[in-house]
């Protein structure tokens, strides 16, 4: 009896050393204590022990059943342990982990420029005035003194919707529109999209202009080349320098080309000025008294000064951007530039 004990703990002690999961300590538990268990079937096999042995077995077969206890309880606390900490682990959230930074949408350099440029203007009093993209061709050329057979026309290529509807080629057609409506003092400026059939390097079938147009008693070119010489200073730096040379519009006479010393080489030469150290910036001029005349204001009594600049080339010209086409692109790590 003594011996069949003894090897039922040691078979015991190697099925507890084999258990790797809880289950399989559990079935171990089973088969050893459970009621069918194999320690119980010696119990049941004392009946046949002699009696004057029965105490000594007895104890024995206690003992055997304490040792058996202990050491499945032991396996029993190791693997469950085992499991919790494998469970965390799995588990668990590396709360010391760097997070993904969400990237911040920005501002597009154009449009950075645009609130620049509305900002300096009325700043200086002006307001912001705006006008349809589809535009009829009396407000973007008859109007604005430019006939149906005028030569002008050339100089801005056009989509053409209608006969007399079109895609305006510029912000100028604003213009007609405010002096037909607003009694002068007028003061205004004009952000917004236009549209001609080119594409290069530097020109885009869609672009953005300012307009400005400025219309009261005694407005001579003087107040122009005042304002926009303060503007381009504000604009690029303190320092720029502004020079007007004549030019052609049939709404202003007389009109001008405007230049600004070259924001990257200040004036010296480089490849953005093509080695002049200028760079033209918009067309302006005083308001031809035809243009007034067609808007209903009279000619005798005021004047008027406008401009028109391109919002793609003078960001081009601010950060020395050498394609206009990047802008348009709308490649992310470019425009994370200008954040
Ligand atoms: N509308 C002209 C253009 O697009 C610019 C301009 C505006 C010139 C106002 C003079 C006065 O080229």
């Known amino acids: 009896m003594k011996e069949k004990i003894d090897s039922l703990i040691s078979a015991a002690k190697a099925d507890v050393s084999a258990c790797a999961t809880v289950a399989d300590i559990a079935a171990v538990k089973v088969r050893y204590l459970g009621k069918s268990g194999e320690l119980t079937a010696l119990l049941r096999g004392m009946k046949d022990v ?9 104890r024995y077969v206690n003992e055997a059943r304490d040792v058996i ?15 919790t900490e494998a469970r965390m682990l799995a588990e668990s959230v590396d709360v010391t982990y760097s997070a993904h930074e969400g990237s911040l949408g920005s501002l597009h350099p154009c449009t950075l420029v645009k609130n620049e440029i509305v900002d300096i203007f009325t700043s200086l009093g002006f307001k912001v005035a705006r006008g349809p993209e589809i535009e009829l061709d009396f407000f973007n050329f008859q109007a604005l003194n430019i006939p149906k057979d005028h030569p002008a026309r050339d100089m801005q290529d056009t989509f053409y919707i ?27 400026v004009v952000p917004g999209k236009v549209y001609r059939p080119d594409d290069d390097a530097t020109h885009s079938p869609m672009f953005q202009q300012i307009e400005g147009l400025v219309v009261d008693k005694h407005i001579t070119l003087c107040d122009l080349k005042g304002t926009l010489t303060l503007f381009a200073r504000e604009l690029f730096d303190k320092n720029t320098k502004t020079r007007f040379r004549p030019s052609y519009f049939p709404f202003t006479e007389p009109s001008v ?19 002049t150290g200028w760079i033209e910036v918009l067309g302006a001029g005083v308001v031809n008294p035809k243009v007034l005349e067609n808007c209903g204001i009279d000619p005798s009594e005021y004047s008027g000064y406008a401009f028109g600049m391109g919002i793609e080339r003078i960001t081009m010209i601010k950060y020395g951007i050498p394609d206009m086409r990047i802008l348009f692109e709308n490649d992310a790590r470019f425009l994370k530039s200008f954040r």
């Open 257 to 275: 080309e405007v230049d600004v010393t070259c924001s990257q080489c200040h004036g010296k030469g480089c490849r953005l000025c093509h080695g």
């Open 69 to 83: 206890t202990a050491l499945t309880g032991e396996k029993q606390k190791e693997l469950e342990a085992a499991q």
């Open 162 to 188: 209608g006969n007399d509807i079109l895609l305006r080629t510029h912000t100028s057609p604003v213009q007609a529109r405010t002096m037909m409506n607003e009694k002068p003092p007028i003061a205004i």
């Open 50 to 58: 002699p009696a004057d042995k029965k105490p000594e077995i007895g």
